[in-house]
């Protein structure tokens, strides 16, 4: 089947699931429009704000869509072949993934806006609260170290596909300034939109072609921004910081919508490239049941290193930290949680299809995001001519970099969520204490540590994401069971993924503690891996017990 087939194929699947399994996972969850939601009953202006759907639904994707979707389908692609990792993300995404969100960002809703932490705490008990707690801040801190120094890492390397031509520019100094000029261009959008409301039309139309000319004004400005990777690793923890504590109308919601459109246009371009460039598949459908080094074998790699393409546990995390306290109306709960994560597989069908219509020596010794770059890069060149090939792939990289950021400063405003609920303190010196743990962690590893290192991380971040999808699953199906509705659809994925994920990490534990040579990284991420199955199995313990005693309550 060729390239344009499979795309074809895989965008009639997703529109379906919308439609159908989607709209019937929304009559399970009694999705109601007319219930009144958090962001009116606690309307702060900083944290809930009511926002209009098609203005969330940007914000929230670009959330979602970071480099996971990207990398994941890559590596696995490189792995085991690209037929493996495709059934995964098109099966896993329409009854897993999707399903994952939507009912997270439900029953956030229905518990005041509260964190999957919080929630778990209210349905499974305190105790498994505090340890869903500490399990989501071991992920967040591995999202943030491997997020991080992926996105320093492009804005010092230049592509490899630059390598040898004659610029006039500083292409990773180009991409680092596209995305210094796209944040500066966020904030003022936020500005413009809360002290001028214009029209949202008229917003789009000023704001979303100034941050396409950021990508041009980068290539004269690219010089201003060559610094180190550990310097840009610092910089890019105190941006988080800054954001985390920033009004939500000030930089996430503006930040999110243009990046939005970001990811729109990668989509687009993609859309391009798969169908109307002309390329053949060059890579093998399967690869093999183990492809060695740091993935090992397909059973149960596969479904970990592909983490946000199919199913994700940090999706969770957004939809019960920020999404939930925007929404304006529960009739938005499915579009938002459930087709945003089907748009997400198809960004994660675009990296896919970039590898697969590349050959081995085209791919050898480069990263995820370069490949990714790269390819975004060719498929601009079918509209702007290969003579501007040095700007196509500043503008791949430069959107590769927008969505880590997104996640970046997400997951740094998610910890400080999770710190604030555990203490119990609110206002702004409690924000900023927060925050300051929440980086500080990341920054110390970042700055010990090697560059290029967030490899080490990945197999590891994954298997926590795809581990905290399970527990979020199994807090779900214990709200649904309590509130006598169906559970088969949120029970059978979270026994799959539980079982794929402990496996992973158990293979992991055994792994890094055999490669460890005193406290270096294998150490502690055979150490890590050990306390996020310690943790997850107080989790299922404590959600058996509510079970039963749920049931004798019942049958008394």
């Given at each position: 089947?060729?390239?344009?087939?499979?795309?074809?194929?895989?965008?009639?699947?997703?529109?379906?699931?919308?439609?159908?399994?989607?709209?019937?996972?929304?009559?399970?969850?009694?999705?109601?429009?007319?219930?009144?939601?958090?962001?009116?009953?606690?309307?702060?202006?900083?944290?809930?704000?009511?926002?209009?759907?098609?203005?969330?639904?940007?914000?929230?994707?670009?959330?979602?869509?970071?480099?996971?979707?990207?990398?994941?389908?890559?590596?696995?692609?490189?792995?085991?072949?690209?037929?493996?990792?495709?059934?995964?993300?098109?099966?896993?995404?329409?009854?897993?993934?999707?399903?994952?969100?939507?009912?997270?960002?439900?029953?956030?809703?229905?518990?005041?806006?509260?964190?999957?932490?919080?929630?778990?705490?209210?349905?499974?008990?305190?105790?498994?609260?505090?340890?869903?707690?500490?399990?989501?801040?071991?992920?967040?801190?591995?999202?943030?170290?491997?997020?991080?120094?992926?996105?320093a890492a492009s804005f010092v390397a230049a592509p490899e596909e630059l390598a040898g031509r004659a610029l006039d520019f500083h292409p990773g100094g180009a991409v680092a300034a596209a995305s210094v000029f796209f944040l500066g261009i966020s904030l003022l959008m936020g500005v413009v939109q809360r002290y001028l409301n214009p029209p949202l039309w008229l917003l789009t139309l000023l704001f979303v072609p100034a941050t396409l000319g950021a990508v041009w004004a980068a290539t004269y400005a690219s010089h201003w921004f060559t610094f180190d990777a550990k310097t840009w690793a610092l910089l890019i923890m105190g941006y988080c910081g800054l954001a985390s504590v920033a009004p939500v109308w000030l930089l996430l919601q503006p930040r999110g919508y243009l990046g939005g459109f970001v990811l729109y246009g990668a989509l687009g371009l993609g859309v391009i490239g798969i169908f109307f460039g002309g390329y053949e598949i060059a890579q093998p459908a399967f690869r093999g049941w183990h492809s060695g080094g740091a993935t090992g074998s397909l059973l149960p790699f596969l479904f970990v290193t592909i983490a946000c393409g199919a199913c994700s546990g940090f999706h969770g995390l957004v939809c019960s930290g920020t999404t939930s306290k925007q929404i304006d109306r529960e009739s938005h709960l499915h579009p938002i949680g459930y087709g945003a994560m089907l748009a997400e597989a198809f960004v994660a069908f675009v990296a896919l299809a970039i590898v697969m219509i590349a050959s081995d020596a085209q791919l050898a010794g480069l990263k995820p995001g370069t490949i990714y770059g790269n390819g975004i890069g060719e498929f601009l060149t079918l509209l702007i001519g290969r003579e501007n090939l040095g700007f196509a792939i500043t503008f791949g990289a430069m959107a590769f970099s927008t969505f880590v950021f997104d996640t970046l400063d997400v997951s740094t405003r998610?910890?400080?969520?999770?710190?604030?609920?555990?203490?119990?303190?609110?206002?702004?010196?409690?924000?900023?204490?927060?925050?300051?743990?929440?980086?500080?962690?990341?920054?110390?590893?970042?700055?010990?540590?090697?560059?290029?290192?967030?490899?080490?991380?990945?197999?590891?971040?994954?298997?926590s994401n795809q581990l905290l999808a399970a527990l979020t699953l199994l807090t779900i199906t214990l709200w649904l069971y309590r509130a006598r509705r169906r559970i088969a659809f949120t029970l059978l994925p979270m026994l799959f993924v539980l079982v794929v994920t402990f496996w992973a990490l158990a293979e992991l534990v055994v792994a890094n503690f055999k490669a460890s040579k005193g406290f270096d990284i294998a150490f502690f991420n055979a150490a890590a891996s050990l306390a996020l199955l310690g943790l997850a199995i107080y989790v299922v313990l404590a959600a058996l017990k509510q079970v039963r005693r749920e049931r004798r309550t019942t049958s008394l």
């Open positions: 089947m060729s390239l344009p087939s499979l795309a074809l194929v895989f965008l009639v699947l997703i529109a379906l699931a919308y439609r159908f399994y989607g709209g019937w996972v929304a009559r399970q969850l009694a999705v109601d429009p007319s219930r009144v939601t958090p962001a009116h009953r606690q309307s702060d202006g900083v944290d809930f704000v009511p926002t209009p759907p098609f203005y969330l639904f940007a914000q929230h994707f670009s959330a979602i869509a970071a480099a996971g979707p990207i990398a994941g389908p890559i590596l696995a692609a490189q792995s085991f072949g690209w037929l493996p990792a495709l059934l995964w993300i098109g099966l896993g995404v329409v009854l897993i993934g999707a399903v994952h969100d939507f009912a997270s960002l439900t029953a956030s809703v229905r518990h005041e806006a509260g964190s999957i932490a919080d929630i778990a705490g209210r349905q499974l008990g305190r105790g498994a609260g505090l340890a869903v707690m500490a399990f989501i801040s071991i992920a967040l801190v591995y999202i943030i170290v491997a997020f991080a120094d992926i996105t998610l910890g400080r969520y999770l710190l604030q609920e555990l203490s119990g303190r609110k206002g702004f010196a409690a924000s900023a204490a927060a925050t300051l743990v929440m980086i500080g962690v990341p920054a110390l590893i970042l700055w010990h540590g090697d560059e290029g290192g967030w490899l080490r991380f990945w197999t590891l971040f994954g298997a």
